[in-house]
């Protein structure tokens, strides 16, 4: 099975900041990754699909590339209402494997 | 408004048996594969099952092949997970999602706990 690694697991970040979120996956997966964020106590919420495409409703910033193995989430300017685990999740054939999840927490 | 409602979790014994419900609102929900999700106490998402639109097509992690078997009433718009032969490590929060194809997971239930404790 095909799977995902995020990094770094955790981070701690300034209001403000620039923050980049990075996924691989073990094998292509062409443009068929989602990224999803939990708030604390929260419900899962689609974010980001087809590597680079904003959920309708998704403040612009946050932004996704990438293709095959190498992907990443990039929120431009860390708000507090950021503050959540995100995951990333691979879905062009199951498994529907998800990443680690990685932490963002403001400094 | 779509709208996804899990019912059916609770206290179990290991070994013992479990179903989840999982109630669609506002979608054609026949058109939509659907999946179930789950959480384990302070740890990330595990994809768990997953079943086409017609209910011919189920998939499953290797973690809960053989127990647990996933199925659909769309005569009901509603989505079914049995869980047999629980196990310790199945304690989570379950929830069901919505898949849109080439989109993912774009609507979410808010989850139903199942705990596995003697």
């Known amino acids: 099975d095909i799977q995902m690694t995020q990094s770094p697991s955790s981070l701690s970040a300034s209001v403000g900041d620039r923050v980049t979120i990075t996924c691989r996956a073990s094998?292509?997966?062409?443009?068929?990754l989602a990224w999803y964020q939990q708030q604390p106590g929260k419900v899962p919420k689609l974010l980001i699909y087809?590597?680079?495409t904003l959920q309708s409703g998704v403040p612009s910033r946050f932004s996704g590339s990438g293709s095959r193995t190498h992907f990443t989430l990039t929120i431009s300017s860390l708000q507090s209402e950021d503050v959540a685990t995100y995951y990333c999740?691979?879905?062009?054939?199951?498994?529907?494997?998800f990443g680690q999840g990685t932490k963002v927490e403001i400094k | 408004e779509v709208q996804l409602l899990e019912s059916g979790g609770g206290l179990v014994q290991p070994g013992g048996s479990l179903r989840l419900s999982c109630a669609a609102s506002?979608?054609?929900?026949?058109?939509?594969?659907m999946t179930w999700v789950r959480q384990a106490p302070g740890k990330g998402l595990e994809w768990v099952s997953a079943?086409?639109?017609?209910?011919?097509?189920?998939y499953y992690a290797d973690s809960v092949q053989g127990r647990f078997t996933i199925s659909r009433d769309n005569s009901k718009n509603t989505l079914y997970l049995q869980m047999n032969s629980l196990r310790a490590e199945d304690t989570a929060v379950y929830y069901c999602a919505k898949v849109t194809r080439g989109i993912g997971l774009d609507v979410w239930g808010q989850g139903t706990t199942v705990t596995v404790s003697s």
């Open positions: 094998e292509a997966i062409s443009n068929s």
């Open positions: 999740q691979k879905y062009n054939s199951v498994p529907w494997t």
């Open positions: 506002g979608i054609t929900f026949s058109i939509f594969a």
């Open positions: 079943v086409s639109g017609g209910g011919d097509g189920t």
């Open positions: 087809a590597a680079s």
